[in-house]
């Protein structure tokens, strides 16, 4: 065990928590002392409750002094993306115009992590309402990359990957729209897991594309993120999306092998146009996942550029239509690239969406067919490393959609189809940024994406390399 | 829209290979008076 809690992994912390081998306090402290040292460097959180924090902690010690075990995170503090409610807390979703908003009702993703007994260290930073793939933030700066603070974190759930990164939280939420969880997992060298459309309620969570959304966490390792989905997922009332089929044991595919397992390779679009270094840790990924028993089989998948496209029109059309109001009331108060993007929303004939939106079950059906006889597809998560804050600070230029689009080109096929992907850290760069991989499963089999992901991180040590403070 | 001519070049850079990339589908989607299938094969059966 490191002499430094806060740098074991959500299950090991939980664990020790209940085993009564570390008092929630310690772990809290350990988490602030990181906080208070990083915080300054990253600008990952939004609001630090340290004595909040604490007094929750206290408060979990002596439950648990009395026998009274709120859950398998009893006392384990988390921060999560400032977008989910939580009822008498500001959620600013990274804007001006909700910078006061406070919640009256607690989103249910969060309840259900409550339920299991965690305590609010306080909410994290995050791209203004997670329109955005680099970490920009106008409003409250952008957040760092911990690994060079002057590389971006990867958005839009940049304080979750740059705080994760920095084992400031043992885990915390982000949502995936477009490519919101997997890209800062991928810059911020974490594992980040983004669910299928219906498995985790969606109530309570801020919205940007309904079609689009999910619900996520970031963490240390595929097992940590297999815990926090097995407790969130499964049907909600409040949220009629989810769906109601019996949530599997994560925990149990976490631990088993992968072999006899089938991986598909892309032939082309995702092994196209890569950076060498995300080359070169492609091929290293391939051949531990064959090292480790799983057959790897190339693939032929329709053309994913047509699904980036129709993804952009879905997303693009459901985001101008939620802040319709706000843009004729406040435009003032957006930032100008989020504004810019909304607008172009507007733009967009409702035939055309809905032929996008249309194109949705063919799609899926002619991938599907694709990958056939296959677990899960290898990709990148993005075609490079993280870039400079500074270089892809495009603002509202003429270009910054193109900018945009390269950034997300290889995770936005994903949300637009549905399906569940898991960003894991596979290696490092000859600079020291890291570098992820995203296993691509079928509809509701995340199980399928544990069982491998957790057996890769059995067999590297990628995830468990934690930046150095200056 | 009433926009101005920056932003309507914007945004016709933007959404403009978007509509373009979409475009080649969009002329084949088949006529189907219940064309909302999505969910039937998001939701088929996970085979091992």
Not at chain 1, 26 to 48: G, H, Y
Not at chain 1, 168 to 174: D, E, V, Y
Not at chain 1, 208 to 237: F, I, K, R, W, Y
Request: hydrophobic share 45%.
């Amino acid at each position: 065990m490191s002499t430094e809690p806060a740098l074991m992994s959500l299950t090991a912390v939980a664990q020790a928590i209940t085993q009564k081998k570390l008092s929630s306090r310690e772990v809290t402290k350990s988490c602030l002392d990181r906080v208070a040292l990083w915080q300054p460097r990253l600008n990952a959180f939004m609001a630090i409750e340290a004595d909040a924090a604490l007094k929750a902690a206290d408060a979990a010690d002596a439950a648990l002094a009395k026998g009274k075990l709120a859950g398998v995170l009893h006392g384990v503090p988390l921060a999560h993306k400032d977008m989910y409610y939580d009822e008498g807390h500001v959620v600013t979703c990274g804007s001006k115009i909700r910078k006061d908003f406070v919640a009256t009702t607690t989103a249910t993703a969060l309840q259900r992590l409550k339920d299991a007994g965690t305590v609010r260290l306080g909410s994290l930073q995050m791209v203004e309402f997670a329109y955005g793939p680099t970490g920009h933030n106008p409003h409250y700066g952008a957040v760092r990359n911990p690994w060079n603070v002057d590389y971006i974190t990867g958005g839009s759930s940049s304080g979750s990957g740059s705080a994760v990164g920095a084992r400031l939280t043992f885990a915390a939420l982000g949502s995936d729209t477009g490519g919101s969880i997997r890209m800062p997992a991928h810059f911020c060298g974490v594992t980040g897991f983004k669910t299928t459309v219906g498995l985790i309620s969606r109530a309570g969570a801020m919205p940007l594309s309904q079609s689009l959304d999910t619900v996520g966490p970031l963490a240390q390792t595929v097992e940590d993120c297999a815990l926090l989905v097995g407790l969130m997922a499964g049907a909600d009332p409040e949220d009629p999306t989810t769906s109601s089929r019996p949530v599997p044991d994560y925990m149990a595919a976490a631990k088993a092998s992968m072999k006899g397992t089938r991986i598909g390779v892309p032939t082309a679009f995702y092994v196209d146009d890569l950076d060498p270094e995300v080359a070169r840790v492609l091929d290293e990924t391939i051949a531990v996942l064959r090292k480790e028993g799983a057959e790897i089989v190339k693939v032929e998948l329709p053309d994913q550029r047509q699904l980036t496209a129709a993804c952009q029109i879905v997303l693009a059309t459901e985001a101008a239509a939620f802040h319709k109001r706000w843009m004729i009331e406040r435009p003032q108060d957006y930032g100008a690239q989020v504004l810019m993007r909304l607008q172009n929303g507007l733009a967009i004939p409702a035939v055309t969406y809905l032929e996008a939106m249309r194109w949705r079950g063919p799609a899926l059906a002619a991938y599907l067919a694709a990958v056939a006889g296959t677990d899960a597809v290898i990709a990148p998560v993005a075609p490079m490393p993280a870039v400079t804050i500074a270089e892809s600070d495009v603002g509202n230029s003429l270009n910054a959609e193109a900018v945009i689009q390269r950034i997300t080109k290889f995770t936005r096929p994903i949300n637009y189809l549905g399906l569940p992907s898991l960003s894991i850290p596979a290696g490092f760069t000859g600079t020291g940024l890291p570098v992820g991989m995203q296993l691509v499963g079928r509809a509701f089999d995340e199980a399928g994406l544990v069982r491998i992901g957790a057996a890769f991180q059995r067999a590297t040590d990628y995830h468990q390399r934690v930046p150095k403070a200056a | 829209l009433p926009v101005d001519a920056d932003v309507a070049a914007r945004i016709a850079h933007s959404i403009g290979p978007a509509y373009e990339g979409f475009a080649s589908v969009a002329g084949t989607l088949p006529f189907d008076l219940e064309p909302a299938n999505f969910r039937l094969v998001q939701t088929a059966k996970v085979s091992k």
